[in-house]
T-cell receptor
Framework: KNEVEQSPQNLTAQEGEFITINCSYS?????LHWLQQHPGGGIVSLFMLSSGKKKHGRLIATINIQEKHSSLHITASHPRDSAVYICAVPHSGGGADGLTFGKGTHLIIQP | GAVVSQHPSWVICKSGTSVKIECRSLDFQATTMFWYRQFPKQSLMLMATSNEGSKATYEQGVEKDKFLINHASLTLSTLTVTSAHPEDSSFYIC????????????FGPGTRLTVL
């Protein structure tokens, strides 16, 4: 079973700062997910990536398959980015698995 | 993009009653649906994997007789919490995996269950 470690657990930053959230996992995977969860609980899928780098607006996700590590970056952070960011990987590594989730990074961006 | 809905979005029930939660893929067919739950201030945990037309596979520690899962069609899976107790109060989220790619999972908005 895959295990996921995320850091930091909590992060408070000023508006405009560059944010980095890290994720490490234990079992080789087909793809890694970055998710965003707002206080109401709803989950938004930000990225699914299996190699390299993806960019969507101010969000960038990278993954190093060999090192079993991924990072989520937020450029020019804004208070509306405040949320919990969660890294998730397939339970047993394969594509048809349910996901194992990290504990999340609680991000607060202050104006 | 693919949309997954859940109904109800929240429910309050008395201890001992049963509650059914629906998960629907609105614009795609989902061969597999997953059910997760999240207790306050904890991470999401996989409860079970539901494949259309077959019995669900439950994770260790999840009681199959308490959490009944039915995946009767390629667009609908239901989770029934039977004889609910206050300790079942949680946030339940489903995700659906489309035919297009096994790695892609689309999440529902979640259902908050409170058992009094």
């Amino acid at each position: 079973k895959n295990e996921v470690e995320q850091s930091p657990q909590n992060l408070t930053a000023q508006e405009g700062e560059f944010i980095t959230i890290n994720c490490s996992y234990s079992v080789g995977i087909s793809a890694l997910h970055w998710l965003q969860q707002h206080p109401g609980g709803g989950i938004v899928s930000l990225f699914m990536l299996s190699s390299g780098k993806k960019k969507h607006g101010r969000l960038i996700a990278t993954i190093n398959i060999q090192e079993k590590h991924s990072s989520l970056h937020i450029t020019a952070s804004h208070p509306r980015d405040s949320a919990v960011y969660i890294c998730a990987v397939p339970h047993s590594g394969g594509g048809a698995d349910g996901l194992t989730f990290g504990k999340g990074t609680h991000l607060i961006i202050q104006p | 993009g693919a949309v997954v809905s859940q109904h109800p979005s929240w429910v309050i029930c008395k201890s001992g009653t049963s509650v059914k939660i629906e998960c629907r893929s609105l614009d795609f067919q989902a061969t597999t649906m997953f059910w997760y739950r999240q207790f306050p201030k904890q991470s999401l945990m996989l409860m079970a994997t539901s494949n259309e037309g077959s019995k669900a596979t439950y994770e260790q520690g999840v009681e199959k007789d308490k959490f009944l899962i039915n995946h009767a069609s390629l667009t609908l899976s239901t989770l029934t919490v039977t004889s609910a107790h206050p300790e079942d109060s949680s946030f339940y989220i489903c995700s659906a995996q489309g035919l297009a790619g096994v790695d892609t999972q689309y999440f529902g908005p979640g259902t908050r269950l409170t058992v009094l």
